[in-house]
């Protein structure tokens, strides 16, 4: 009778605590499958394009800046990696390079948005405006020029800028748009708030192929604005800012004049896109160029490579304080390609170099120290090398390793939970 009773008492006991852990159970697995699926996702993308920035122009910014015992921004993140950087040619250029990234799909030097039978594939910005997320292209470029449409155009030729500017505003329908290139928003004889033949660059004229692009652009709801005081003043959710006729420097040779000032700085671009873009509760996807480290590495001209990649840094530093109070944001730092061949060498002058263009550069001081570095170059053109990409944020581990540019695309998508 007591073995009875002892048995019984074990049986219920042993059924009332499976009955407590089952409720339990059942009570906890939809919070947490709701808390998984909430934060599995990426709400916020901020990606930031060094054109041009290949390693060692990274280096050599990062020597400049603050030396050798510190690091940059945007080499301070968890996460890094190395991007293949071809086309279908073997050297890529900007807008192939900008297409394999936004689109997913490897296509021919010159292409924006279309795949190599020209036919248009889909961007990922246009995936983020799909899931109804704010989207924002900024530059030191024309807003027009191929990174930034490669993000939101499909055209055959890079060089259609005024169509690219006309798919902004009716296709892809980007909300933020801050950059240069107010000539291709113009038709022809008609100037905007830059006057056409700039004595600083006299080749540079209203040439817009596809009427007043600015006033279409108001009447779809878009604020414009052309100077940093109007910028920082307007509190509408669609801005377009053009902010220089063509580029927002200027293009010379070493030892003609500081050319790298643009009259709205890349980090208060930035921090004004971010700004405006955050208003939408559902997130949203930025992408950040600073054009001029590609632009100056064309001419061989190291001390505006620096400067530029400087403001670059400057701009990351705008992004990771943004996602440090937002941890659902993504922030990643990479390079379409390389240019110049830029190498860093010692301060030789025994060291053998080219001659013209490119000569060595230098010698640069290295931060905080009382050493020195030359900048020597091969090419006045794109090199085939990997470029680094590093990453931090939400869904940042998916940035790792090895890949090709086209795997940005799938990695960002994922991120965002969009395919």
């Known amino acids: 009778m007591f073995m009875q009773k002892r048995k019984w008492h074990i049986t219920f006991t042993l059924a009332i605590l499976l009955c407590i852990i089952f409720s339990s159970f059942a009570l906890a697995k939809p919070s947490e499958t709701k808390r998984t699926k909430t934060h599995s996702k990426t709400k916020n993308v901020i990606v930031f394009v060094g054109d041009g920035m290949g390693p060692s122009a990274r280096e050599a910014i990062r020597l400049a800046t603050v030396g050798m015992s510190d690091n940059l921004e945007m080499n301070k993140m968890?996460?890094?990696?190395?991007?293949?950087?071809?086309?279908?040619?073997?050297?890529?250029?900007?807008?192939?390079?900008?297409?394999?990234?936004?689109?997913?799909?490897?296509?021919?030097?010159?292409?924006?948005?279309?795949?190599?039978?020209q036919k248009a594939v889909k961007s990922v910005l246009e995936y983020a405006h799909q899931a109804g997320k704010a989207t924002g292209l900024v530059t030191t470029s024309q807003i027009t020029d191929a990174?930034?449409?490669?993000?939101?155009?499909?055209?055959?030729?890079?060089?259609?800028?005024?169509?690219?500017?006309?798919?902004?505003?009716?296709?892809?329908?980007?909300?933020?748009?801050?950059?240069?290139?107010?000539?291709?928003?113009?038709?022809?004889?008609?100037?905007?708030a830059y006057p056409d033949h700039p004595s600083e660059d006299p080749s540079e004229v209203s040439k817009g192929t596809k009427g007043n692009l600015v006033k279409k652009a108001e009447k779809l709801g878009y604020k414009y604005v052309t100077n940093q005081e109007q910028l920082m003043?307007?509190?509408?959710?669609?801005?377009?800012?053009?902010?220089?006729?063509?580029?927002?420097?200027?293009?010379?040779?070493?030892?003609?004049?500081?050319?790298?000032?643009?009259?709205?700085?890349?980090?208060?671009?930035t921090k004004k896109a971010i700004d405006t873009l955050s208003k939408?509760?559902?997130?949203?996807?930025?992408?950040?160029?600073?054009?001029?480290?590609?632009?100056?590495?064309?001419?061989?001209?190291?001390?505006?490579?620096?400067?530029?990649?400087?403001?670059?840094?400057?701009?990351?530093?705008?992004?990771?304080?943004y996602a440090k109070k937002h941890p659902d944001t993504l922030v990643l730092v990479l390079a379409d390609h390389e240019t110049g061949g830029l190498?860093?060498?010692?301060?030789?002058?025994?060291?053998?170099?080219?001659?013209?263009?490119?000569?060595?550069?230098?010698?640069?001081?290295?931060?905080?120290?009382?050493?020195?570095?030359?900048?020597?170059?091969?090419?006045?053109?794109?090199?085939?090398?990997?470029?680094?990409?590093?990453?931090?944020?939400?869904?940042?581990?998916?940035?790792?390793?090895?890949?090709?540019?086209?795997?940005?695309?799938?990695a960002l998508l994922k991120a965002m939970g969009i395919r």
């Not at 120290?369 to 931090?392: E, L």
């Open 343 to 410: 190498t860093v060498e010692t301060d030789d002058s025994t060291d053998e170099s080219g001659d013209g263009l490119s000569k060595e550069d230098g010698p640069f001081q290295v931060a905080h120290s009382d050493q020195k570095f030359m900048v020597d170059w091969t090419t006045g053109g794109h090199s085939a090398v990997d470029v680094p990409i590093t990453a931090i944020g939400k869904n940042a581990h998916l940035f790792k390793g090895t890949y090709e540019n086209t795997y940005i695309h799938d």
């Open 233 to 269: 003043n307007q509190s509408n959710k669609k801005v377009l800012g053009l902010f220089a006729n063509e580029e927002m420097f200027q293009q010379n040779p070493e030892g003609q004049g500081d050319i790298y000032n643009p009259s709205v700085p890349l980090p208060t671009m």
């Open 78 to 117: 968890p996460y890094t990696g190395n991007i293949h950087t071809s086309s279908t040619s073997v050297v890529t250029d900007s807008a192939a390079a900008g297409t394999a990234m936004a689109t997913g799909v490897k296509t021919y030097n010159g292409a924006i948005g279309v795949d190599a039978n």
């Open 147 to 192: 990174t930034p449409a490669a993000f939101g155009s499909h055209v055959l030729n890079r060089k259609q800028q005024s169509e690219i500017a006309d798919q902004y505003l009716t296709k892809s329908k980007v909300d933020v748009l801050l950059g240069g290139g107010e000539d291709f928003w113009y038709p022809t004889g008609q100037a905007g």
């Open 280 to 321: 939408n509760k559902k997130g949203f996807f930025l992408m950040v160029e600073e054009e001029a480290i590609d632009e100056m590495a064309h001419a061989d001209n190291a001390n505006l490579t620096i400067k530029s990649g400087q403001q670059l840094d400057k701009s990351v530093k705008v992004a990771k304080d």
